[in-house]
């Protein structure tokens, strides 16, 4: 019954699971408009202190940080619905592809609709840029963060380290001095990480699991070796989807091709490369977390077994086994983490720190437009203004007007579909 009145958070959460396009990036620009200027579930400061920690983590940053704001509303149980009802969308989406890719032989051309998404993605996160600095970047050390981060970020947008390596670099360089936020005010407790031994053990489990199936061949083994792979990849990918479909085609498309697996004759899990470059595309292209493709890539490896449940095990086993690490890492570490911001090391580190998640962000805008600027409108692509007309309107819509981010994406949906 205590549920019943967080039923329009959940609502809200709904609708944003249906339109939120354009990977975490721009997905923090809907959290801003959504949750924090119609809603008011958080605060600015609260959404800030909430993406840089878990942009810290490894794992689905969006997906964390969404959790965490169900989190804080109503504690594990409403934190846990509102997981489900952001990713389930979306993992439905992918893991239906798996079943119907045979009758999409012209996906390039239904994909049209969607060609606005990308350009309006950028304006989300120039949105919530401008909109954070505001937050974050109040003298001449955070503004220097924001630049040098900004920059890294621009150059080495693809390095899976760069973002941890911004974070953990800026909490240190605010640090250098104590004057401005001395130790102060109530003792932090002990704390107690006892919990993040049962990340640590479900790791070691699945691991023990997918290798005793292999090696005794079970008759569902590759049942245990997908959870395996998928909780692994949730559990080490650092940088998002960006990361993470590079390791999944390396698991999934390269490695049943090698040498020492063919000489074998081992029947590991296995997709094409067109199958898995299908999948790679589509989840860009539809609302909610990029790492749905979870559910997509598990359907597919389990189609080989010519079973319809057992492809249908492997949709849901791919889904919770790419998502469970990241929702396991956040709401175990953090209350550490609360009680970690209590000591004044901890706190001057979340001055830099968020500065740096603002020129991340920034970082990422340039360089998503870079595509549109260098080439596009460089080579007198008509396309290429219409884009930079896209972000532009998005930008000014959100920052003027108080229209809802869902009825921005459906505009851009019908200029594509109409262009």
Not at 243 to 257: D, G, K, N
Request: contains cysteine.
């Amino acid at each position: 019954m205590i549920l019943l009145r967080h039923i329009p958070f959940l609502r809200a959460v709904f609708f944003y699971s249906l339109t939120a396009f354009g990977g975490p990036q721009g997905h923090y620009g809907m959290m801003l408009k959504t949750f924090v200027q119609k809603r008011r579930d958080v605060d600015e400061h609260e959404l800030l202190d909430l993406m840089s920690f878990c942009n810290m983590l490894p794992g689905a940053s969006s997906t964390q940080t969404i959790t965490l704001i169900g989190y804080k509303r109503g504690g594990i149980s409403l934190a846990v619905l509102t997981l489900l009802i952001w990713i389930i969308p979306a993992c439905i989406i992918m893991g239906g592809l798996s079943f119907l890719l045979d009758y999409f032989d012209d996906l390039g051309i239904k994909e049209d609709v969607f060609k606005f998404i990308r350009p309006m993605a950028i304006g989300f996160i120039a949105f919530s840029s401008y909109r954070l600095s505001h937050v974050a970047v109040h003298n001449t050390i955070t503004r220097v963060i924001v630049i040098v981060a900004a920059l890294a970020t621009y150059f080495a947008f693809k390095t899976p380290w760069i973002f941890p390596a911004l974070l953990i670099l800026a909490g240190i360089v605010t640090n250098f001095s104590d004057r401005r936020i001395p130790q102060q005010g109530e003792k932090p407790k002990q704390i107690k990480w006892g919990n993040m031994l049962i990340f640590i053990s479900l790791f070691a489990v699945a691991g023990y699991l997918s290798e005793t199936a292999t090696k005794e061949n079970w008759k569902n083994r590759k049942a245990f070796n997908l959870f395996e792979n998928s909780y692994r990849f949730g559990s080490l990918v650092f940088g998002g989807g960006d990361v993470l479909i590079p390791m999944m085609y390396e698991q999934y498309v390269t490695r049943p091709e090698t040498k020492k697996v063919l000489d074998n004759k081992r029947d590991v899990l296995r997709m094409n490369k067109d199958e898995f470059l299908t999948g790679s595309g589509m989840v860009r292209a539809i609302p909610g977390p990029v790492f749905s493709i979870g559910a997509f890539a598990g359907g597919m490896v389990m189609r080989t077994e010519n079973s319809f449940s057992l492809q249908l095990l492997g949709c849901f086993l791919g889904a919770i086994g790419i998502f469970l690490p990241s929702a396991l890492l956040v709401l175990f570490f953090f209350p550490v983490w609360n009680n970690l911001k209590k000591y004044a090391a901890i706190y001057r580190s979340l001055e830099g720190i968020n500065a740096a998640v603002v020129g991340i962000m920034s970082g990422a805008t340039f360089y998503l437009m870079k595509d549109i600027v260098f080439v596009e409108l460089w080579n007198g692509n008509l396309s290429g203004f219409y884009d930079i007309g896209i972000i532009l309107a998005t930008f000014i819509l959100l920052l003027f007007t108080k229209i809802p981010a869902p009825f921005i994406v459906l505009a851009c949906l019908l200029f594509g579909w109409i262009l």
